[in-house]
T-cell receptor, first 114, second 113 residues
Framework: AQSVTQLGSHVSVSEGALVLLRCNYS??????LFWYVQYPNQGLQLLLK??????LVKGINGFEAEFKKSETSFHLTKPSAHMSDAAEYFC????????????FGSGTQLTVLP | EPEVTQTPSHQVTQMGQEVILRCVPI?????FYWYRQILGQKVEFLVS????????KSEIFDDQFSVERPDGSNFTLKIRSTKLEDSAMYFC???????????FGPGTRLTVL
C-alpha cells in the first residue's frame, strides 16, 4: 500500500524567501512521485514528477524536488517565493495497481507574505 | 493545448436523488480516473477505468457509484442515491498510459442537501 505524509498543513514565507514543502512517502513498489498545485476554485495542475533517472527534478514556475530513497522523501523547493505561488500543494505517489492511481497527501497551504 | 473538461461546475441535489457528473478527457488518453475531495480533506481516489472496464476501485466506490464511457468521448460518474456525505469536489483525470502523469479537470462541486 502507498501513503504520503506532508508535514505542515500551513506554511508561510516572505516574498523572495526560500520555499520548502515537505513530503514523505511509503510505497511497496518503486515509487512514481508527483507534486500538484491547486489554486482557489481550480483543479489540480502538475508541477513536477519523478519516475526514474535523475533524482533532482525541475518543474514549472521555478519549483524543483529531490527524490531521496534513503529518506523516503520528495521535498519541494523554490529558491525565491513569489506572491503568485500562494496556493495549496499536494504531494502524491502512484499506486501499484495496473492503473497506478494516485494517493495524495493532505496538502500544504502556502501563504506568501509581502 | 488540450484539456480535460467537466460539467457541471456545480451541482446541487436533494438527498436520495441520482446525479451524473460528466467529463470529457483529452482525446488520446486511455486511462481515466475519478477522485473526490471533501471540503478541507485530502484528494481521494475513487475508481480507474481502462479498456471500457473498471481496473481499480477504492472502498469509497460502493454499489451506489458507477462509471461509464458511453460514446468514446464522455466519461461519467453516476451516484444512484446521494447521501449528505457525498458532498465534495469530484475530479476527473486522464492519462495516455498508466505510467504517465494524470491530467485533471477543474472539478464538479456536488452539494447534497
Amino acid at each position: 500500500a502507498q501513503s504520503v505524509t506532508q508535514l505542515g498543513s500551513h506554511v508561510s514565507v516572505s516574498e523572495g524567501a526560500l520555499v520548502l514543502l515537505r513530503c514523505n512517502y511509503s510505497s511497496s513498489v518503486p515509487p512514481y512521485l508527483f507534486w500538484y498545485v491547486q489554486y482557489p476554485n481550480q483543479g489540480l495542475q502538475l508541477l513536477l514528477k519523478y519516475t526514474t533517472g535523475a533524482t533532482l527534478v525541475k518543474g514549472i514556475n521555478g519549483f524543483e524536488a529531490e527524490f531521496k530513497k534513503s529518506e523516503t522523501s520528495f521535498h519541494l523547493t523554490k529558491p525565491s517565493a513569489h506572491m503568485s505561488d500562494a496556493a495549496e500543494y499536494f504531494c502524491a505517489v502512484s499506486g501499484s495497481g495496473s492503473a497506478r492511481q494516485l494517493t495524495f497527501g493532505s496538502g500544504t497551504q502556502l501563504t506568501v507574505l509581502p | 493545448e488540450p484539456e480535460v473538461t467537466q460539467t457541471p461546475s456545480h451541482q446541487v441535489t436533494q438527498m436520495g436523488q441520482e446525479v451524473i457528473l460528466r467529463c470529457v478527457p483529452i482525446s488520446n488518453h486511455l486511462y481515466f480516473y475519478w477522485y473526490r475531495q471533501i471540503l478541507g480533506q485530502k484528494v481521494e481516489f475513487l475508481v480507474s477505468f481502462y479498456n471500457n472496464e473498471i481496473s481499480e476501485k477504492s472502498e469509497i466506490f460502493d454499489d451506489q457509484f458507477s462509471v461509464e464511457r458511453p460514446d468514446g468521448s464522455n466519461f461519467t460518474l453516476k451516484i444512484r442515491s446521494t447521501k449528505l456525505e457525498d458532498s465534495a469536489m469530484y475530479f476527473c483525470a486522464g492519462a495516455p498510459g498508466a505510467n504517465n502523469e494524470q491530467f485533471f479537470g477543474p472539478g464538479t462541486r456536488l452539494t447534497v442537501l
